[in-house]
């Protein structure tokens, strides 16, 4: 098989991609904490106003999942990683992320903060 | 029997993007699973790769043209207030849910879950399909990487669907018209 006989590819990159999304979800979560937590935060992410500050919530998210990844893949573009520990942290916090934007989840945060 | 410019755009997001993105993720995330070397040829491997490639690309594109016409254009219409003194808030389906406490749920929860999970759906599938992309044939030869991807697009598949049902649900409740 050609794949067989080919110089072993760097995991790094694949490691950078998928971290990166994780780290992007969580934020994420985090973003929609704290502009349904603290109306300051929400009128700073209102960046479009008819659809309110799920414009800004979901552009940050955009802004560091891109920055993290550009980041991550020139620290390890040609690096092997342990993939299989990074990988598997960038699934947990994509399911964390995925958790926080649950309601109930979200709203148990929010009232942590003092603000909210 | 009419369809309104607005319930035309609830269609093309619902119908035609989500439903499409739902149709299409069995066949290949089947196709990632049976990228194996010993199931495989190298000309079927090669001609895998290639449909896998376009597949992906298709289904982050579908997934972002999905989240960017419900936030943009249809949310917009949903979320309206009414103006001062509007007796009837058919047209104002977010005013309306919230307007009687036996379907408020529809907002509080259902909308709030949709609008926000819907959103981790692209970015989970442009990750997918930057990998199968960048590593292409290795992939079957690279059962973690391959894994990850594969549990990335269930993600992907997951937040799509929670979206879609919930979508499906709040327009039955309170259309956009």
Do not use: C
Request: hydrophobic share 55%; glycine share 8%; aromatic share 14%.
């Amino acid at each position: 098989m050609t794949t067989n006989s080919e110089t072993q590819i760097k995991n790094g990159p694949a490691a950078a991609a998928l971290l990166a999304g994780g780290i992007g979800a969580v934020t994420y979560g985090i973003f929609i904490i704290l502009a349904e937590g603290i109306k300051v935060v929400g009128n700073v992410l209102n960046w479009y106003n008819p659809s309110g500050n799920l414009s800004g919530k979901t552009g940050m998210m955009i802004i560091v999942w891109l920055v993290s990844w550009v980041y991550l893949n020139n620290q390890w573009k040609d690096k092997d990683v342990d993939f299989q520990k990074i990988s598997t942290i960038a699934l947990i916090l994509l399911l964390l992320g995925v958790l926080l934007t649950v309601p109930p989840v979200f709203d148990f945060f929010i009232h942590l903060i003092p603000a909210g | 029997m009419l369809v309104t410019f607005r319930e035309s755009f609830g269609v093309l997001h619902g119908l035609v993007f989500g439903a499409l993105f739902l149709l299409a993720f069995s066949g290949g995330l089947y196709a990632l699973y049976s990228l194996r070397l010993e199931w495989l040829t190298t000309e079927g491997i090669q001609e895998k790769v290639s449909k896998l490639k376009i597949w992906a690309w298709s289904m982050a594109t579908i997934a972002w043209l999905t989240v960017l016409t419900g936030t943009y254009i249809v949310y917009p219409w949903y979320r309206a207030k009414p103006p001062q003194g509007t007796t009837d808030l058919s047209t104002f389906p977010r005013s309306f849910l919230l307007a009687n406490p036996n379907i408020a749920g529809w907002h509080n929860f259902g909308m709030e879950w949709k609008e926000h999970i819907a959103w981790l759906a692209p970015v989970a599938a442009t990750i997918a399909a930057y990998l199968i992309a960048k590593y292409g044939a290795k992939l079957a030869n690279e059962p973690k990487i391959r894994n990850a991807v594969a549990w990335f697009l269930i993600v992907t598949f997951g937040t799509a669907a929670v979206a879609a049902m919930l979508g499906a649900f709040i327009t039955k409740a309170a259309p956009v018209h």
